[in-house]
């Protein structure tokens, strides 16, 4: 159960990887815009952990890059917790 979703910056996260040697796995996520695109994550007992990047498909990438820096965030930041909300309280076993 993660308790807590942090978003890193590329440095952040590399290190955040290093230090406690943690598995990368990538999930998809569908902008409010429809673009879809990969985050990449990794997660500890307490918290998990996104890389604040989104990478759309590179036919997408002109209209992704024409959105807001700050919308992205926010859509990502909301998506995540709430798929991490739901994940936890219906785990898959």
Do not use: W
């Not at 673009?35 to 002109?62: T, W």
């Not at 991490?84 to 898959?92: A, G, T």
């Amino acid at each position: 159960m993660c308790n807590k979703v942090v978003h890193l910056e590329p440095e952040e996260f590399i290190k955040t990887l290093q230090k406690e040697q943690l598995s990368v796995y990538a999930r998809v996520y569908v902008l409010d815009s429809g673009i879809a695109g990969l985050i990449y994550m990794c997660s500890d007992s307490h918290n998990l952990y996104y890389l604040d990047r989104f990478v759309p498909a590179p036919n997408k990438q002109e209209d992704f890059d024409k959105i807001s820096f700050y919308d992205v965030h926010k859509d990502l930041y909301r998506k995540i917790n709430l798929d991490n909300y739901l994940r936890d309280k219906n785990p898959i076993n």
